[in-house]
């Protein structure tokens, strides 16, 4: 049975899913020729990540598919209930990049507090000749111990962001319209854990009371931070987007960081990836990073032998 992964799968993965009995192809094959493809070789399984798209077009012309599955936790490309419908299993792996989405939050949160984001570009350019005022002018940096952090969408990535935030001494607050309250469990290299129950509160609250707002929701028809958002957010505060592209009025956030209503951002994802806004990549308020939020090693690995322990489920 054959499996072709377009975008990419670990060793361990490809490992796994080879053990099981399975052809696994790593040819990249274009959006526009995987019905071509697929027909021709007959391939039973397609895996994706982010770029390649599954949409309906693809599941109507390609017979032999049964099973679509991510590597990662959208699936905003994929047209999953009509392949549902039409008795394909589609599956995905939300756990395995959790802890890796949640450290590049922080390295956002941290590189916005201490200027990094700032200072790495100047440092090349002006550090051998403006170093007392670079160090003056980075000079003001604030600690996150203490800060209250607001994590809009309270999933696996929002309860993983709030163990981080924990652990650093935050205010965790949240809110997600389909999480009440959740328990977050702590787990300490001498074996020891620790339980923290948080409930969730309206998401106009979490707006006034963030010193930071870190969104982990899901592809949506509108913003969910748009003007009107941003001017419920406290003066100074800073916001971190690391789970889709379009969630984000981008438009409406540079207006916020010339204005000094924002102190700073964090981008992972974009609107029009992957050829994100030059006025976003040039901005010299704005921490960069280009959608990587599950590219650890780590992750990876987790991501690749999840969707092989899947598959064999399921196929054979």
């Given at each position: 049975?054959k499996?072709?992964?377009?975008d990419?799968i670990?060793?361990?993965g490809h490992k796994?899913l ?5 052809e ?8 526009d020729?995987i019905?071509n493809?697929v027909n021709e070789?007959q ?16 599941i ?8 679509i599955g ?10 999953v209930?009509y392949?549902k419908s039409?008795g ?6 939300p756990a395995?990049s959790?802890?890796?989405v949640a450290?590049l ?7 916005g507090?201490?200027?990094l ?9 002006e550090g051998d ?7 003056k002018a980075y ?5 996150l ?5 607001g994590?809009?969408g309270?999933?696996?990535i929002g309860?993983a962001?709030a163990?981080?935030g924990i652990?650093?001494?935050m205010k965790?607050?949240?809110?997600d319209?389909f999480?009440?309250?959740?328990s977050?469990?702590?787990?300490f290299?001498?074996?020891?854990s620790l339980?923290i129950?948080i409930?969730?509160?309206?998401f106009e ?7 930071f707002i870190?969104?982990?929701v899901?592809?949506?028809k ?9 001017a419920?957010?406290k003066?100074?505060?800073?916001l971190?987007n690391?789970?889709?592209?379009g969630?984000v ?9 010339d204005?000094?209503k924002l102190?700073?951002a964090?981008?992972d994802?974009?609107e029009?990836e992957p ?5 976003l990549?040039?901005?010299n308020?704005?921490?960069l990073?280009?959608h990587?939020g599950a ?9 690749g032998?999840e ?9 054979k």
């Amino acid at each position: 049975m054959k499996i072709l992964v377009n975008d990419g799968i670990s060793e361990s993965g490809h490992k796994a899913l080879e053990q099981a009995g399975f052809e696994v192809i790593t040819t990249k094959v274009a959006q526009d020729q995987i019905i071509n493809y697929v027909n021709e070789n007959q391939v039973a399984a397609i895996l994706v990540r982010s770029a390649t798209k599954v949409r309906k077009d693809i599941i109507d012309a390609c017979p032999s598919l049964k099973l679509i599955g991510r590597g990662g936790v959208g699936m905003d490309n994929i047209d999953v209930e009509y392949a549902k419908s039409k008795g394909i299993h589609v599956i995905n792996t939300p756990a395995s990049s959790s802890a890796s989405v949640a450290e590049l939050v922080f390295a956002h949160l941290f590189s916005g507090v201490r200027f990094l984001y700032n200072a790495n570009r100047n440092m090349p350019l002006e550090g051998d000749t403006r170093f007392n005022e670079l160090k003056k002018a980075y000079g003001e940096g604030i600690e996150l111990s203490g800060k209250t952090l607001g994590i809009v969408g309270f999933g696996r990535i929002g309860q993983a962001v709030a163990k981080v935030g924990i652990g650093l001494g935050m205010k965790i607050i949240a809110s997600d319209p389909f999480v009440k309250e959740a328990s977050v469990t702590l787990d300490f290299f001498d074996g020891r854990s620790l339980d923290i129950h948080i409930k969730t509160q309206s998401f106009e609250s979490v707006l006034k009371e963030s010193d930071f707002i870190t969104l982990h929701v899901p592809a949506q028809k509108d913003y969910v931070i748009g003007r009107k958002e941003l001017a419920m957010m406290k003066d100074e505060s800073a916001l971190i987007n690391a789970s889709r592209g379009g969630v984000v009025d981008e438009v409406a956030l540079v207006e916020a960081l010339d204005s000094g209503k924002l102190s700073f951002a964090g981008l992972d994802v974009f609107e029009n990836e992957p050829t994100p806004a030059l006025k976003l990549l040039m901005h010299n308020k704005i921490s960069l990073t280009p959608h990587i939020g599950a590219a650890t090693n780590e992750a990876q690995d987790r991501i690749g032998t999840e969707l092989a322990t899947q598959i064999a489920t399921l196929l054979k």
